[in-house]
């Protein structure tokens, strides 16, 4: 007899897949949302069983793809459950040592590349970055830049790089001069010899009339870096001129 848990997390498997993998797919989804599906899908989020935890980021994954979906999604709080098992799955991590530690027969690496690939399809969409700012995820998002491992940082980056076109957001990446001088020491310094954002544009093609050309070889870190530093700068340089109008 198959146990619960193993009932539950073969539900979850299949929903993924006639969410995302089947003809019908958008039909599948459309009646997910009919029947308040997410209602019931998200308390597995908060289970101990990380095998449908997975099954459900997976699912929702999928489901951040479709635009329509949006509104449902944030009707029920999934960028804060994405956020936590972001958390927990990071955290468990770091105290085993471990990047390709399992929990349940799932490797907890693959299970965040899963949550940030979600978090930054969610990001896409400015009503979320009100929420993820509202949460206080940006602080948390930013350390991720930190992390030894190279698909964390470069989440990290891709988030940014689309949060920090809210003002407000970049205003408060501003206020860590630590964090700028990370970027720059880390990741800015680490392709050649490159010293200042226009530099690195340069590498990249983005000044040139045969950009999209070059920017299919160009890699998505560098891209969301000149976008997030980009961002960041235009930043500073309206708070610049508010203060010359202030005096």
């Known amino acids: 007899h198959m146990s619960n848990d193993k009932i539950v997390e073969s539900c979850l498997s299949n929903l993924k897949h006639v969410s995302f993998k089947h003809q019908d797919m958008l039909l599948a989804q459309e009646q997910l949302k009919s029947i308040n599906a997410l209602g019931f899908i998200a308390q597995f989020m908060c289970s101990s069983n990380w095998m449908s935890i997975k099954e459900c980021v997976l699912l929702l994954k999928h ?14 709080d999934m960028i804060a459950r994405l956020m936590q098992v972001l958390y927990n799955s990071l955290n468990t991590i770091q105290q085993q040592q471990d990047i390709n530690y399992k929990l349940n027969g799932v490797c907890l690496i693959d299970l965040i590349d899963h949550c940030t690939a979600t978090l930054v399809q969610m990001a896409k969409d400015q009503l979320n970055h009100v929420i993820m700012r509202q949460l206080d995820c940006v602080p948390y998002i930013m350390q991720m830049a ?19 076109q809210n003002a407000d957001i970049s205003a408060m990446i501003c206020l860590d001069p630590m964090f700028i001088q990370h970027l720059q020491e ?9 010293r ?14 045969n950009s999209n050309a070059n920017n299919s070889n160009a890699s998505t870190m560098r891209l969301c870096l000149v976008s997030l530093i980009e961002n960041i700068q235009s ?13």
Do not use: T
């Open 235 to 247: 930043n500073l340089h309206l708070s610049q001129q508010k203060q010359q109008y202030q005096f």
């Open 63 to 76: 489901l951040s793809q479709n635009e329509k979906m949006a509104d449902y999604l944030r009707s029920h």
């Open 186 to 194: 880390s990741y800015m310094n680490r392709y050649g010899q490159v």
């Open 196 to 209: 200042s954002i226009d530099e690195l544009k340069q590498i990249l093609g983005l000044n040139n009339n």
């Open 146 to 164: 930190y992390y030894p491992y190279p698909s964390v940082r470069k989440a990290s980056i891709q988030l940014l790089s689309l949060l920090s």
